[in-house]
T-cell receptor
């Protein structure tokens, strides 16, 4: 059974720091991996999607990497800002991708202090 | 705005009540999803619909009854719920139920069962 773990559960950093969020999954047979952001009262927003054949994806100050064989992904946030404060969720699509069944980690709650 | 709306945003109900959650997507998508997010557990998929047909039921108790009258609307009918069913219920949609498609989430309904 696929399980997704995110470390740390919570993180507090001063503004301007570069930071790394970690995600691990137990079964390397994934179709893709996504990073989401969840703001209170606003649901989830997809940040980056990495296909199983890719090593990384970048969007602005965000960079996500994927090491499928070791079951790990990292989300790198450069020059953090208070507006980055949110919960970040990692999710994998298992198997062949025939279904969109996402398996989520519990998330990392980030606070960026001004 | 993600184009996915949910009503009500907050709901308090007793264990003998019957209520319904509503989700509507304005994105022209064909697949819709219900997820449950409990306080101390990862976000969990409940149901998937593709072109109004249910394609996934993740072993959800029968006290939760989904309904998808068309590709734009999804309901979750609730009856005789338990206090442990208190959670944030999120709806999502995507172009199809394939794993390659990005899912767009609504803001959720916060449910409290007394």
């Amino acid at each position: 059974k696929q399980e997704v773990t995110q470390i740390p559960a919570a993180l507090s950093v001063p503004e301007g720091e570069n930071l790394v969020l970690n995600c691990s999954f137990t079964d390397s047979a994934i179709y893709n991996l996504q990073w989401f952001r969840q703001d209170p009262g606003k649901g989830l927003t997809s940040l980056l999607l990495i296909q199983s054949s890719q090593r990384e994806q970048t969007s602005g100050r965000l960079n996500a990497s994927l090491d499928k064989s070791s079951g790990r992904s990292t989300l790198y946030i450069a020059a953090s800002q208070p507006g980055d404060s949110a919960t970040y969720l990692c999710a994998v699509t298992h198997g062949s991708g025939n279904t969109g069944k996402l398996i989520f980690g519990q998330g990392t709650t980030l606070q960026v202090k001004p | 705005e993600t184009g996915v709306t949910q009503t009500p945003r907050h709901l308090v109900m007793g264990m003998t009540n019957k209520k319904s959650l509503k989700c509507e997507q304005h994105l022209g998508h064909n697949a819709m999803y219900w997820y449950k997010q409990s306080a101390k557990k990862p976000l969990e998929l409940m149901f998937v619909y593709n072109f109004k047909e249910q394609t996934e039921n993740n072993s959800v108790p029968s006290r939760f009854s989904p309904e998808c009258p068309n590709s734009s609307h999804l309901f979750l009918h609730l009856h005789t719920l338990q206090p442990e069913d208190s959670a944030l219920y999120l709806c999502a949609s995507s172009r199809s139920d394939r794993g390659s498609e990005t899912q767009y989430f609504g803001p959720g309904t916060r449910l409290l069962v007394l």
